[in-house]
């Protein structure tokens, strides 16, 4: 399966909690993104890399978020001190730069925060 | 900052018939939209896409439509089927390279 791949698919945590995604993209893909998804919302808009670097933050992103793309591969989506508003769906998405370009999504990392 | 409108209640029809989902932008004429189709528990899955300068874009049994006019694109399946049965999610680009997603019309049809 060459497709957009994220570990773990659930995680339950307790309230305060710290908590990490993985993304693996597609490989040939310079472009990752990450969104949030609430029951019956759309999803929104998070974070961007382009290669290694974090191009755009949502100002929805607050400090106890954060997301690195070391090696302009695999990314990860760090939740500090989780709280109950942080329980969402958390998709990350990948692209390869283009005017136009669409996203593939992965099947997202269900987050229940307790 | 752009915001996409999709009509959040759910969309009810019977199998044959032609699905008609509608998404409308309130600010500045995008220079393309997209449809994404979304099951549940599953990321949201392209299908297509119309640029600004398109009037109509289609695939198979689908079919989007883009009226700068009215700020609006229609999405239609027709000969709908159980199996097209998901969330239709239409997306815009804003500031960026970000996409700015509508909060989704559920369709259901029934056989």
């Known amino acids: 399966d060459t497709g957009v791949s994220q570990d773990p698919r659930h995680k339950i945590t307790k309230r305060g909690q710290n908590v990490t995604f993985r993304c693996d993209p597609i490989?040939?893909?310079?472009?990752l993104y990450w969104y949030r998804q609430t029951l019956g919302q759309g999803p929104e808009f998070l974070t961007y890399?382009?290669?290694?670097?974090?191009?755009?933050k949502s100002r929805l992103l607050s400090d106890r978020f954060s997301a690195e793309r070391p090696k302009g591969s695999f990314s990860t989506l760090e939740i500090q001190r989780t709280e109950q508003g942080d329980s969402a769906m958390y998709l990350c998405?990948?692209?390869?730069?283009?005017?136009?370009?669409?996203?593939?999504f992965g099947s997202g990392t269900q987050l229940s925060v307790l | 900052s752009q915001k996409i409108e999709q009509n959040s209640e759910a969309l009810n029809i019977q199998e044959g018939k032609t699905a008609t989902l509608t998404c409308n932008y309130t600010?500045?004429?995008?220079?393309?939209l997209q449809w994404y189709r979304q099951d549940p528990g599953r990321g949201p899955v392209f299908l297509l896409l119309?640029?600004?300068?398109?009037k109509e874009k289609r695939k198979e049994r689908l079919k989007v439509t883009f009226d700068t006019t009215l700020k609006q694109s229609l999405f239609h399946i027709t000969a709908s089927q159980p199996a097209d049965s998901a969330t239709y999610l239409c997306?815009?680009?804003?500031?960026?390279?970000?996409?700015?997603f509508g909060g989704g019309t559920r369709l259901m049809v029934k056989p």
């Open positions: 998405a990948s692209s390869y730069q283009g005017l136009n370009e669409k996203l593939f």
């Open positions: 490989s040939e893909h310079n472009r």
């Open positions: 890399f382009q290669n290694e670097a974090q191009l755009e």
């Open positions: 600010n500045y004429s995008p220079a393309y």
């Open positions: 119309i640029r600004e300068n398109e």
């Open positions: 997306a815009s680009p804003g500031k960026g390279n970000m996409l700015t």
